[in-house]
């Protein structure tokens, strides 16, 4: 019964390429993230999204772009992938805090590798 | 902007003694939350204990526990009677009101057997 759960777990592809990762929560939560994590371990928040407002990081190029076909889903789609796209991609979700139901923590996934050769 | 300082990049412990993680944030609310993550090898994040802003009594989890400073904006990490399990790297968050969580830097743990 995982909370957050991605895949794949591993991914290696060439440069050019376009690729998936897929995210689901069966939490019931209504807010979903995407983080990049780099090989100094720095968390760069990519996109939040809940069915009301996609929020972006500016500094995330275009060529990512999420998709949520219901509420327990958020997948993540790069297109032309590069060498600096690897990285470990971590799927979270979250919700509106209600007092006493520790909603406002915010969940992880067990993360994709993705190494572009 | 809400940002998240955590100043000690790397940090060590003797098994079985105890070490403290310093985090400070930035804010202009008042209601707020506060995790700690804890983030192994294995690359899962791991909630390890979380503070909402307006209690002001500090969260235990087990040998876990905050001293939370609401005025001084400072929430650090006490680890307890460490063991060579805890060695990890660990991430302060904050949540403001609404759906934006902020993370530090992190901080690299090793604990020496």
């Known amino acids: 019964d995982t909370a957050v759960s991605q895949t794949p777990k591993y991914l290696v592809t060439q440069m050019g390429n376009d690729k998936s990762i897929k995210c689901e929560q069966n939490?019931?939560?209504?807010?979903m993230y995407w983080y990049k994590q780099d090989s100094k371990k720095f968390l760069k928040i990519m996109f939040s999204?809940?069915?009301?407002?996609?929020?972006i990081n500016e500094t995330v190029p275009n060529r990512f772009s999420p998709k949520s076909p219901d509420k327990a889903h958020l997948n993540l789609h790069i297109n032309s992938l590069e060498l600096g796209d690897s990285a470990v991609y971590f799927c979270?979700?979250?919700?509106?805090?209600?007092?006493?139901?520790?909603?406002?923590?915010?969940?992880f996934g067990p993360g994709t590798r993705l190494l572009v050769l | 902007a809400q940002t998240v300082t955590q100043s000690q990049p790397e940090m060590s412990v003797q098994e079985a003694e105890t070490v403290t993680l310093s985090c400070t944030y930035d804010t202009s609310e008042s209601d707020y939350y506060l995790f700690w993550y804890k983030q192994p090898p294995s690359r899962q994040m791991i909630l390890v204990i979380r503070?909402?802003?307006?209690?002001?009594q500090n969260a235990t989890e087990n040998r876990f526990s905050v001293n939370f400073q609401k005025a001084a904006k400072s929430f650090s990490l006490k680890i307890s009677d460490s063991q060579l399990g805890d060695a990890a790297m660990y991430f302060c968050a904050y949540r403001r009101a609404g759906n934006q969580f902020y993370f530090g830097t992190g901080t690299s743990l090793t604990v020496i057997p």
């Open positions: 979270a979700s979250s919700q509106d805090p209600t007092s006493g139901d520790h909603k406002e923590t915010q969940y």
């Open positions: 999204y809940n069915n009301k407002e996609l929020i």
């Open positions: 939490l019931g939560h209504d807010t």
């Open positions: 503070q909402e802003a307006y209690k002001q």
